[in-house]
């Protein structure tokens, strides 16, 4: 039996001409297959797919041209049914992605109430220095400032400098932990 052309398949195909839906399946299944297994990697989904190519082929056939190429048409909607498979592959990953992000334990929260909480005692104990040391520790911690810049702004030595910073810093910490054991 000499084989018929595409064009004349699809034309009969237009029709609703199974046979001919079938002439097209035989000659174009093992192509789109491999062409699928070379993208998906899987059997099971490439097999799939060219089901979903000719079932979609069935249920356009009355949109078919027939002077228009079927192979191109079929790999077409082939890569694109490729495009959704990775498109749904990677929602599926993010979704069990999330899922363990959801079963391990969210410590944000937490860490926020802890950081606000030290902070406030932090800024309590850092209020009662007095006055020209915490104008030293705030200028060194929290703006940033080296011990030279802090000697030239306040005009002092870069040696009161270190003295005032490491005299806050000894307050603030025997005063925290005053604070946390009254916590505690």
């Known amino acids: 039996m000499m ?4 064009e004349v398949l699809v034309g ?13 399946y035989v000659k174009y299944r093992s192509r789109l297959y491999h062409f699928a297994f070379g993208y998906l990697k899987s059997h099971v989904e490439a097999e ?5 190519v000719f079932i979609k082929i069935w249920k356009k056939k ?7 190429s079927f192979k191109s048409y079929i790999f077409t909607i082939g890569f694109n049914l490729i495009k959704k498979t990775f498109i ?20 944000s929260t937490l860490d926020s109430v802890d950081y606000t909480f ?3 005692n932090l800024m309590g104990v850092v ?18 400032l080296s011990v030279k810049e802090i000697a030239q702004e306040m005009e002092v030595s870069p040696k009161t400098v270190e003295n005032q910073i490491t005299l806050a810093l000894k307050f603030i910490k025997s005063n925290l932990a005053v604070e946390n054991n009254q916590v505690n």
């Open 127 to 144: 209020a009662q220095i007095p006055e020209r040391r915490r104008e030293t520790f705030t200028k060194s911690r929290f703006d940033g």
């Open 12 to 24: 009969n195909l237009k029709t609703g001409d199974i046979k001919a839906y079938e002439a097209l």
């Open 62 to 68: 009355a949109d078919l041209k027939p002077e228009c």
């Open 3 to 6: 084989e018929e052309k595409d």
């Open 88 to 107: 749904k592959r990677t929602a599926r990953k993010n979704y069990i992605d999330s899922e363990i992000d959801r079963e391990t334990v969210d410590y």
């Open 118 to 120: 030290l902070m406030d």
């Open 48 to 52: 799939g797919l060219v089901q979903d």
